[in-house]
T-cell receptor, first 111, second 112 residues
Framework: GQQLNQSPQSMFIQEGEDVSMNCTSSSIFNTWLWYKQDPGEGPVLLIALYKAGELTSNGRLTAQFGITRKDSFLNISASIPSDVGIYFCAGRSGGSYIPTFGRGTSLIVHP | NAGVTQTPKFQVLKTGQSMTLQCAQDMNHEYMSWYRQDPGMGLRLIHYSVGAGITDQGEVPNGYNVSRSTTEDFPLRLLSAAPSQTSVYFC???????????FGQGTRLTVV
């Protein structure tokens, strides 16, 4: 099956720092999705990317769909304590409804 | 808007017991799915449905059954609970094939 490698596994940063995380795949995806999971909650969609090279922002978050269609990046600028949570990437290929999820990046922000 | 509602939020079972995790959505979404989340493993697909009366297996279907008799409901049945099924279970729904999934708040299940 498809493999998604998400890194880093965890990050411990100071408030105000910028954050970068990425996902790479062994196969080509047509859609990349980034979700955030707050403690005790279900994942919530942050950004969806549909085209190779696409760069999309949502407030302090910016995500890019890699030009090879095998990777994606998420950046968070000027982190704040409420950014704490687990960030998941997910990729979808062809006409498949079913996304493949990465293992998540756990983010802790120290005030 | 309720969105995707999962019940119960917490459950403790003894090995061998059966139970049903409930999932309901009020958005008239065609697509529904069940995931389990284990530490360091991300979200793994158990079963999914592309419409009422249609279900299919995901990555980790063993030990679980599903049915989809209505658009709104997609229950997940554990036939004979095992400690390996201790996990957090999430139900998700989406409108169409390329639209994005909305997740419920999860059911934390412990099998002792």
């Amino acid at each position: 099956g498809q493999q998604l490698n998400q890194s880093p596994q965890s990050m411990f940063i100071q408030e105000g720092e910028d954050v970068s995380m990425n996902c790479t795949s062994s196969s080509i995806f047509n859609t990349w999705l980034w979700y955030k999971q707050d403690p005790g909650e279900g994942p919530v969609l942050l950004i969806a990317l549909y085209k190779a090279g696409e760069l999309t922002s949502n407030g302090r978050l910016t995500a890019q769909f890699g030009i090879t269609r095998k990777d994606s990046f998420l950046n968070i600028s000027a982190s704040i304590p409420s950014d704490v949570g687990i960030y998941f990437c997910a990729g979808r290929s062809g006409g498949s409804y079913i996304p493949t999820f990465g293992r998540g990046t756990s983010l802790i922000v120290h005030p | 808007n309720a969105g995707v509602t999962q019940t119960p939020k917490f459950q403790v079972l003894k090995t061998g017991q059966s139970m049903t995790l409930q999932c309901a959505q009020d958005m008239n979404h065609e697509y529904m799915s069940w995931y389990r989340q284990d530490p360091g493993m991300g979200l793994r697909l158990i079963h999914y449905s592309v419409g009422a009366g249609i279900t299919d297996q995901g990555e980790v279907p063993n030990g679980y059954n599903v049915s989809r008799s209505t658009t709104e409901d997609f229950p997940l049945r554990l036939l004979s609970a095992a400690p390996s099924q201790t996990s957090v279970y999430f139900c998700a729904s989406s409108y169409g094939q390329i639209s994005e999934a909305f997740f419920g708040q999860g059911t934390r299940l412990t099998v002792v």
